[in-house]
């Protein structure tokens, strides 16, 4: 069965570094998005990206994230300068279209900010 | 804001059916009801979605009553690995975006 893949798995890092979170999601879907879950708290939705543009961002959202697909598999989160607040569960998904609220996530990546 | 209720937590025993309740009083005519899931901190997985009628598949069954006021999920003999927090999301398709918005969900435990 296809399924988005995640690395790293787990990242640590200082305060103050630029992080990149990468995902491959599944071939033939053509919605990406990004959801982080900070501990004990809720899945909270950050950005989603369509036609190698953001079709919808939240306020979590801000200038020192970005996201990009550099080739025609990966799709990426960057965080620019890490924050403590930063740490958290990072999850990319994917889905076929926007006309349907399935969305396939993967495993996430566990982001560390020290 | 929540557009969905959920009871905090849940136990069932293994073997028996867990019904999991949601209410969406302010549901608009054009919103679906989604219930995904999360195990211990993986990533949600999508288990089924319905607009008006009640719909099954491999993973369970989902009752929507006739005002869609309320849906309850159904995992028919629920075993101990569907011990999760489950979400009731209501969407609706078709838009752009395809932002969900999780609220605290459900944790189902079950129990042997």
């Known amino acids: 069965e296809p399924e988005v893949t995640q690395t790293p798995s787990h990242q640590v890092t200082q305060m103050g570094q630029e992080v990149i979170l990468r995902c491959v999601p599944i071939?033939?879907?053509?919605?990406f998005y990004w959801y982080r879950q900070i501990l004990g708290q809720k899945v909270e939705f950050l950005v989603s990206?369509?036609?190698?543009?953001?079709?919808?961002k939240s306020e979590i959202f801000d200038d020192q994230f970005s996201v990009e697909r550099p080739d025609g598999s990966n799709f990426t989160l960057k965080i620019r300068s890490t924050k403590l607040e930063d740490s958290a569960m990072y999850f990319c998904?994917?889905?076929?279209?926007?006309?349907?609220?399935?969305?396939?996530f993967g495993e996430g990546s566990r982001l560390t900010v020290l | 804001d929540a557009k969905t209720t959920q009871p905090p937590s849940m136990d069932c025993a293994e073997g028996r059916a867990a019904n999991l309740p949601c209410n969406h009083s302010?549901?608009?005519?054009?919103?679906?009801v989604y219930w995904y899931r999360q195990i211990h901190s993986q990533g949600p997985q999508y288990i089924i979605h319905?607009?008006?009628n009640n719909e099954t598949n491999e993973m369970a069954s989902l009752i929507i009553t006739e005002d869609r006021k309320s849906s309850t999920l159904i995992l028919p003999h629920a075993t101990l690995r569907d011990t999760a927090v489950y979400y009731c999301?209501?969407?609706?398709?078709?838009?752009?975006?395809?932002?969900?918005?999780f609220g605290g969900g459900t944790r189902l435990m079950v129990k042997p």
């Open positions: 998904a994917s889905s076929e279209g926007s006309y349907t609220g399935e969305l396939f």
């Open positions: 071939s033939n879907h053509l919605y």
């Open positions: 990206f369509y036609n190698n543009e953001i079709s919808e």
């Open positions: 302010t549901i608009s005519g054009n919103e679906y």
């Open positions: 319905g607009l008006k």
């Open positions: 999301i209501v969407r609706v398709d078709g838009n752009a975006g395809n932002m969900l918005t």
